[in-house]
């Protein structure tokens, strides 16, 4: 059975940084694309990153894109999000989902990070950044 287990939530003050990580199980980690989406209170998903384990490759979201920096940890099956200078509206549920494959990388620095391409979901964490 295929696991995403996201931690590293919680509560920080605007300008603050925060760590995520994504624990993965029951998959061949190295195969797999992981990315990063979020859901704010009353808005829709949002892609925010993803990293390919087969070649380190990297995707982000302009609205994070200089602030936030994707990480994979091959040994410990871990993808890591480290998130900074922090603003409210980076407030959301962050959640990590896995592909199989390298190549949503080169689609999404196209198109973006297309959510309905992921074959798995963890649970979301939430991130609150306050004011």
């Known amino acids: 059975e295929v696991q995403l287990v996201e931690s590293g939530g919680g509560l920080v003050q605007a300008g603050g940084s925060l760590t995520l990580s994504c624990a993965a199980s029951?998959?061949?980690?190295?195969?797999?694309?992981i990315g990063w989406f979020r859901q704010a209170p009353g808005k829709e998903r949002e892609a925010v990153s993803c990293?390919?384990?087969?070649?380190?490759?990297?995707y982000y979201a302009d609205s994070v894109k200089g602030r936030f920096t994707i990480s994979s940890d091959n040994a410990k099956n871990t993808v890591y999000l480290q998130m900074n200078s922090l603003k409210f509206e980076d407030t959301a549920v962050y959640y990590c989902?896995?592909?199989?494959?390298?190549?949503?990388?080169?689609?999404?620095?196209?198109?973006?990070?297309?959510?309905?391409?992921?074959?798995?979901w963890g649970k979301g964490i939430l991130v609150t950044v306050s004011s």
């Open positions: 990293i390919s384990n087969k070649d380190g490759r990297t």
């Open positions: 989902a896995a592909d199989w494959g390298p190549f949503l990388v080169t689609r999404a620095q196209v198109m973006g990070l297309p959510a309905e391409e992921m074959d798995y």
């Open positions: 029951g998959l061949i980690f190295d195969d797999y694309t």
